[in-house]
């Protein structure tokens, strides 16, 4: 399989509490400190040899502690973010994509891809995503922010109560459903955010890995920001004091000289650093990092690969989706598949298509079509069994046995033995041979002996 894996996940609470993306300041303060502890003692010590040792030693010092600073930033965004919640067992589920793939900008500093997945057999209705401004599904009997169900399905939950997310003894309740520990130590988002009623799903860049990669350069590189800075600060103080004691001084004399310098002084040196920290920052150190993270962004099609091509993942789409099950701790937190080590489309031509996908409809018409029966399928459904979803044990097993027929075929393509197998010629698949398979080689007549 294609999927990137940059990330590990950490077992709670052996390994402490997740890096919350509220501790970023204080992380930030205690590294600077740091920084200029180190800095100072290494200029102290490089005394002895003089002034040149005592710049040299402190540069040094710098390079070294402002790059491990990277390096550690690195190393939390890595590898101490994500909460495993079933270590070394990738978990499957089936539903439908709510929007198109999205990818943050460089202000995240995140270069992952993702999308949710709206869980089977939950209803959807169209909404307005807030993050992406566009047009994305949601599920129709999703959660208010105390946990409450919207409105519009209160009532038909309370008249069928296995049909509720976090409740259905189904993909929700396995999936979605907050882990008691980590609410109350941790926290989750509010019930109300999307990543808490559908399953978040990231693809991983490696804007952190090329982070630490490039880490020297990087330091380098504020380095030469922060002169330009003061230089250009410096240089319009001067220019700032020498204005202002001109103007001082033609109304008050050598005390409005005085203070019209260090009026002018101040304000000079904060528009001469803003010009030049814009000029170093667009000029320089913005290209640089956004070439990094533009360099290996995440990409859900990464995961979406096979020698069939279904198309790639769009909004509306009926998936099957594999990835390792995390509870995202840098954010509000919520449970997700992160890294997304698959992803497939129901397929026709697989003998399991979108016609066959079940959503639970509590309005659904004596009259109304039934889906049809999957290949191999026994369980017979009727428009009761439609109007009481999950409530329902036909409609139950049917949802079981959809789940399991299609989440077969992505663990099988992860298992040791299913890779041994696929080195061989006639067995060019990916996902499964009911999916991207091609047809075996015919077998070569026996010799004939005697």
Not at 194 to 211: N, P, Q, S, T, Y
Request: some cysteine; charged content about 15%; glycine content about 10%.
């Amino acid at each position: 399989m294609a999927y990137k894996h940059y990330t590990s996940c950490f077992l709670y609470p052996a390994g402490g509490k997740p890096y919350n993306e509220a501790d970023r300041l204080a992380f930030l303060a205690a590294q600077a400190l740091q920084i200029i502890v180190i800095t100072g003692l290494a200029a102290a010590f490089g005394l002895l040899l003089g002034p040149v040792g005592a710049a040299l030693a402190a540069a040094i010092a710098f390079l070294a502690s402002a790059t491990a600073t990277i390096d550690k930033a690195a190393g939390e965004w890595l590898n101490h973010r994500l909460v495993c919640l079933d270590k070394d067992n990738p978990k499957c589920a089936v539903g439908i994509v709510s929007y198109n793939p999205f990818r943050s900008d460089l202000g995240a500093f995140d270069n992952d891809q993702y999308f949710d997945v709206i869980l089977m057999p939950h209803p959807t209705t169209e909404i307005l995503n807030a993050e992406t401004n566009e047009a994305a599904l949601a599920a129709a009997n999703r959660y208010n922010g105390d946990g409450t169900v919207v409105a519009e399905f209160a009532a038909n939950i309370t008249a069928h109560p296995a049909n509720d997310i976090l409740n259905d003894g189904f993909q929700g309740h396995e999936l979605l459903l907050p882990r008691d520990d980590l609410k109350t130590d941790l926290g989750y988002a509010p019930a109300d955010d999307h990543a808490r009623w559908a399953l978040h799903c990231e693809a991983e860049g490696d804007f952190w890995i090329k982070m630490r990669q490039w880490a020297p350069a990087i330091v380098i590189l504020l380095t030469a920001a922060l002169v330009v800075t003061a230089a250009a600060a410096a240089a319009g103080a001067s220019v700032g004091a020498a204005v202002g004691c001109a103007i001082g001084s033609f109304f008050l004399g050598a005390l409005g000289c005085a203070i019209g310098s260090f009026l002018g002084g101040l304000l000079g040196a904060a528009i001469g650093g803003a010009i030049g920290g814009a000029a170093s920052y667009f000029g320089g150190v913005k290209p640089v990092l956004q070439g990094l993270f533009n360099w290996n962004p995440g990409n859900v099609e990464d995961a979406n690969v096979g020698d069939k091509a279904l198309g790639p993942i769009r909004m509306g789409d009926h998936v099957a989706v594999l990835g390792e099950h995390v509870y995202d701790g840098y954010h509000k937190g919520w449970h997700e598949f992160h890294p997304l080590m698959a992803v497939v489309k129901f397929d026709a031509a697989a003998g399991v298509d979108a016609r066959h996908y079940l959503q639970w409809n509590p309005d659904f018409p004596d009259t109304g079509e039934v889906p049809p029966k999957p290949p191999g399928e026994a369980t017979d459904l009727t428009a009761q069994d439609m109007r009481d979803g999950l409530g329902s044990t036909a409609f139950r097993t049917r949802c079981e046995n959809l789940r399991r027929t299609w989440c077969a075929m992505l663990n099988e393509a992860f298992d040791p033995e299913t890779k041994r197998a696929q080195q061989g010629l006639d067995q060019r698949w990916t996902i499964h041979p009911m999916v991207d398979g091609c047809i075996p080689q015919e077998q070569p007549p026996a010799p004939h002996i005697g």
